[in-house]
C-alpha cells in the first residue's frame, strides 16, 4: 500500500476505531475464538460485542491454525478490512528453544545471537507471529532479579552488540531462512535496575549512569533497525516509563529520531494509577498518549477515554492520527495488507528443523563457562569411568524461562550416555528433581551408603545442580541465591568420598557458589542452553569440544555483595594490600570483589597473553597457547582514563576479539584504536578530554596486562568513529 493509500484509510476510519488500533489484548478479550498464555495479571475487561473487531493487536497467541483462524474471523468483522496484528515473546527460540539470552552473552559472539535470532524468527513466522518482544536489552547487575536471564549481562557494549546482532537476526531474511520477526526492544528503560532486585520496583539511577550505562543497548538494537520499542513498567527518574515525556518524546521519538511503533508492557498504562501518577483510567491514558505510547497493552483506558479525552481537547486528533499511522504503516511493511497470511507461507521446509538443531547446539557450545578445572578434572577421558548425579542428571527441564510453550530438552544424561560405552557410565541416585531443589527441612536425607556403591568405580563424579527452570524469568527475584541445602550437602558428600568432583550448573542467574566452590575440582556453568543443551554439555564435557564462553555478569561471593560489578567506580579509599584495613571501601567479613569476575572462562588450552602495544593506532597484543590443548579464547580490551571530568571506572571493556589457538601456537591480535575508546557520553555529548589513558588487554576483566597511553586532541581527531 502506498503512503497516500495508507493516510486514505485512515481518513475513513472513526475514532473508535482508531483507538481500536491502538489496543492489544489477548484474543479472549476481543471476543476471538483463540487462547493465549498470559504474563501478567488479567487487568483487562471484555470488550462489548460492538467492539468485537476492532482491536488491531493480538498478544501471545500463535500457531498456524489459531492464528489463521482468528485472523479470518477479525478480517470478516472489521468494515475496514485491516489485518490484526500477532505479537508474542519469542525469546530464545520458538520451536527449537535456544540457549537463555544471558547464557548466549557469554558466547561473546554476536553473531550467535544473530543465528540463534533468525532461527526464532523462521519459526515464530511460520507460526503466523509478526513481531517479537525482544531482544531485553535491560542491562543487569544485579542476580536476585529473574530476568536476568533474558539479558546480555552488566556491560554496555557487550549487551549493545548482542542486542544490535538480535535485532539483524529477527529482521533480516536470508536466503534458506525466510521469514522474517519485527523487533520490539525492551523496556525502555533501565528496567534492569529494580531496587534490591525485586521484579517492578522502582529505579533510582543517575543521569550519568543513565547515559553511559543503561541506554547504549536500547539504541544499538534502534540504530540495527528495530521496529518498535517497549516502555518499561518501572520508574525513571520517579515518573513511570509509560507516561514518561522526556524518556519518551524528547529522547526516543526527538534525539534519536524513533519513527516506529511504542508500545507499553502489559497492563503498564493502568498501573500509572498505582504509581500513582494518574488518579483514573481517563488521566492514566491521556498521561501515555501525551508521552507518546501508541499502543496500550492489555488494558482498555485508550478505547474507554479516549473519545472523551479528544473532546475534551486533552488529545488531538493530529497526535491520535499519527500514532494510528504508525501501526498502520508497520502491518504494511509486513506486507499484511497484500497477505494477512503472509509469514505463514515459510512454512516449514523438510530438513528445516533438523537444520535448526544442528545450528542450536553450535550455539549452545559457545556458552557454558568453565569457572574451575583443577587436579586434571575436565575433560573427562571416554577410558574413564564416570559418576553422574544431582538434580539435573536426568533432568530434561533445561529451557529456562520464556521458552515459548516448550518444556524439554536433551538431558545431561542423554548427552553423555550417547557418546560413551555404557560401562562408563554410572547413574548415582540422589532422590528427585522437585526433592533437592526445594528447601524444605523435611526431605529425606541424602542416602550416603547407597550412593557411595553405586558410584564405588568411578574417581570422577558430575553432579548436576542449579536452581528449577521455573524460577527463572518474570516474577522470579530472589534473595537467597545458594545452590538448596540439599544440593550443598551433596556435593559435600562426594567429596568426603574422595571423589573428583565435577559441578555442572544449571540457573539463570549467578548464584551463589561460595558455599560449594572449595569442595568442586570443576565448575562448569551450564546456565539453561535450551534443545541441545545435554549434547552440547556432553562435547565439552568429554573434551570433544572446548569450553569458550565467558561471564557476562559477575559471580558475587554472597548476596551482600551485591551489586558488584566490574565497571564499578573507584573510592576515594580502595582498600590497598598490607595497608590500613578498617577505614576503607571494603567489608568486615567478606572480600569486596566477586567469586568469579565478569570477563572470567577458562579453556581446555592453557593460554597467555603478552606483549601489549599500540603502534599505528592499533593496540596489539600477542595470545600464546602454552598448554595441550586447542583453545577458543576472547580477548577482552579495557581503557581507562587517569584524570577526567568525571569519576571514571578503572576500567571498561571496549572491544573483544575470539581468537582460536592451537597448542603451541602464537596469534596476534589487533584492535583499532577508535574515538569511542578515548571519550564518555555526558549530557548528550561524547566527551574526550585530551591526558594519559591505560590500555588494559586480559583474558577476564580482573588479570590484565596494563600499558600507559597519551592522547592529544590531534591524535583523538585523526582516530576512526565507530559506535559499537
Ligand atoms: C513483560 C514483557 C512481555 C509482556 C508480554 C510483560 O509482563 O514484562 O517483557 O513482553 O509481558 O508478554
Not at 498464555?37 to 460485542?49: F, M, R, S, V
Not at 517492578?200 to 544499538?220: C, F, K, T
Not at 540439599?486 to 561460595?514: C, N, W, Y
Not at 565478569?598 to 599500540?614: I, M, N, P, R
Amino acid at each position: 500500500m502506498t503512503e497516500d493509500a495508507l493516510a486514505g484509510l485512515l481518513a475513513g476510519m472513526t475514532v473508535r476505531e482508531k483507538l481500536g488500533q491502538l489496543t492489544q489484548l489477548t484474543p479472549e478479550y476481543c471476543g476471538l475464538s483463540g487462547t493465549a498464555e498470559l504474563t501478567g495479571p488479567a487487568g483487562a475487561h471484555p470488550l462489548p460485542p460492538s467492539d468485537r473487531g476492532i482491536v488491531g493487536s493480538i498478544l501471545g497467541c500463535s500457531g498456524a491454525e489459531q492464528v489463521r483462524a482468528i485472523q479470518q474471523e477479525h478480517l470478516r468483522r472489521d468494515r475496514n478490512h485491516i489485518p490484526l496484528l500477532f505479537m508474542a515473546d519469542v525469546i530464545h527460540g520458538y520451536r527449537t528453544i535456544l540457549p537463555i539470552p544471558l547464557a548466549l552473552s557469554c558466547s561473546f559472539l554476536p553473531d550467535a545471537a544473530r543465528r540463534a535470532a533468525r532461527i526464532a524468527a523462521v519459526e515464530g513466522a511460520a507460526a503466523g507471529l509478526h513481531v517479537t518482544f525482544s531482544p531485553m536489552a535491560d542491562l543487569v547487575r544485579d542476580p536476585r532479579w529473574g530476568r536476568v536471564m533474558e539479558a546480555s549481562g552488566e556491560d554496555p557494549l557487550l549487551n549493545s552488540r548482542m542486542s544490535a546482532a538480535a535485532v539483524e537476526g529477527y529482521q533480516q531474511a536470508e536466503p534458506g531462512m525466510p521469514g522474517v520477526l519485527a523487533s520490539c526492544v525492551k523496556h525502555f528503560a533501565a528496567y534492569g535496575a529494580p531496587e534490591g532486585g525485586r521484579e517492578y520496583s522502582n529505579v533510582e539511577l543517575s543521569s550519568h549512569a543513565m547515559e553511559e550505562s543503561y541506554l547504549p543497548g536500547y539504541h544499538a538494537a534502534l540504530e540495527a533497525g528495530a521496529s518498535m520499542v517497549m516502555a518499561a513498567f518501572n520508574t525513571v527518574d520517579h515518573v513511570p516509563a509509560a507516561a514518561n515525556v522526556p524518556l519518551l518524546r524528547d529522547l526516543l521519538r526527538g534525539k534519536w529520531g524513533f519513527s516506529g511503533v511504542l508500545i507499553s508492557d502489559y497492563g503498564a498504562v493502568d498501573e500509572l494509577i498505582s504509581h500513582t501518577v494518574a488518579d483514573c483510567g481517563k488521566t492514566a491514558a491521556r498521561k501515555a498518549l501525551d508521552a507518546g505510547v501508541d499502543i496500550e497493552m492489555m488494558s482498555t483506558h485508550y478505547l474507554d477515554q479516549g473519545e472523551a479525552l479528544l473532546d475534551e481537547g486533552a488529545l488531538s486528533p493530529q497526535a491520535l492520527d499519527e500514532a494510528v499511522l504508525r501501526v498502520l504503516r508497520l502491518k504494511n511493511e509486513l506486507g499484511l495488507f497484500e497477505d494477512p497470511f503472509a509469514g505463514m507461507k515459510a512454512a516449514s521446509e523438510a530438513g528445516q528443523m533438523d537444520r535448526h538443531r544442528q545450528a542450536a547446539l553450535d550455539i549452545a557450545l559457545r556458552c557454558p563457562v568453565l569457572l574451575k578445572n583443577e587436579n586434571g578434572a575436565l575433560p573427562v577421558s571416554s577410558e574413564e569411568t564416570v559418576g553422574l548425579t544431582g538434580p539435573f542428571a536426568l533432568e530434561k527441564g533445561v529451557l529456562g524461562g520464556w521458552s515459548a510453550g516448550q518444556t524439554e530438552g536433551v538431558s545431561l544424561w542423554e548427552g553423555l550416555s550417547s557418546r560413551l560405552a555404557p560401562q562408563r557410565l554410572i547413574y548415582g541416585d540422589c532422590g528427585s528433581l522437585g526433592s533437592l531443589l526445594e528447601g524444605a527441612d523435611d526431605i529425606p536425607p541424602i542416602r550416603e551408603e547407597h550412593l557411595r556403591r553405586q558410584l564405588a568405580s568411578c574417581q570422577k563424579v558430575l553432579v548436576a545442580v542449579g536452581e528449577n527452570q521455573n524460577d527463572t524469568g518474570e516474577g522470579a527475584s530472589k534473595t537467597c541465591l545458594r545452590l538448596t541445602p540439599r544440593q550443598e550437602a551433596l556435593i559435600h558428600t562426594l567429596k568426603a568420598m574422595d571423589k573428583t568432583v565435577i559441578a555442572i550448573i544449571f540457573s539463570g542467574r549467578p548464584l551463589e557458589l561460595t558455599p560449594v566452590v572449595e569442595d568442586c575440582d570443576a565448575i562448569l556453568q551450564a546456565w539453561f542452553l535450551g534443545s541441545e543443551s545435554g549434547n552440547a554439555l556432553g562435547q565439552i564435557l568429554l573434551g570433544h569440544a572446548g569450553p569458550s564462553g565467558k561471564l557476562s555478569m559477575s559471580f558475587p561471593r554472597t548476596v551482600g555483595q551485591i551489586p558488584v560489578y566490574y565497571s564499578q567506580l573507584p573510592t576515594g579509599r580502595p582498600p590497598r594490600p598490607g595497608g590500613s584495613t578498617r577505614y576503607a571501601a571494603r567489608y568486615l567479613d567478606c572480600p569486596s570483589g566477586p567469586l568469579f569476575p565478569f570477563g572470567w572462562g577458562l579453556t581446555y588450552g592453557a593460554c597467555q597473553l603478552s606483549d601489549l602495544k599500540v603502534e599505528d593506532e592499533m593496540i596489539r597484543v600477542t595470545l600464546s597457547n602454552t598448554g595441550a590443548y586447542p583453545a577458543r579464547e576472547t580477548v577482552q580490551l579495557y581503557i581507562a582514563q587517569k584524570a577526567a571530568a568525571v569519576a571514571r571506572p578503572e576500567k571498561l571493556l571496549k572491544d573483544f576479539r575470539q581468537v582460536e589457538a592451537a597448542p603451541g601456537e602464537k596469534v596476534l591480535v589487533e584492535f583499532p584504536c577508535t574515538r569511542e575508546m578515548f571519550s564518555y557520553p555526558r549530557l548528550g555529548r561524547q566527551v574526550f578530554e585530551p591526558g594519559s589513558f591505560t590500555v588494559m588487554a586480559g583474558l577476564n576483566s580482573s588479570c590484565l596486562l596494563r600499558c600507559s597511553l597519551e592522547m592529544s586532541p590531534e591524535r583523538f581527531d585523526a582516530l576512526r568513529k565507530e559506535a559499537l
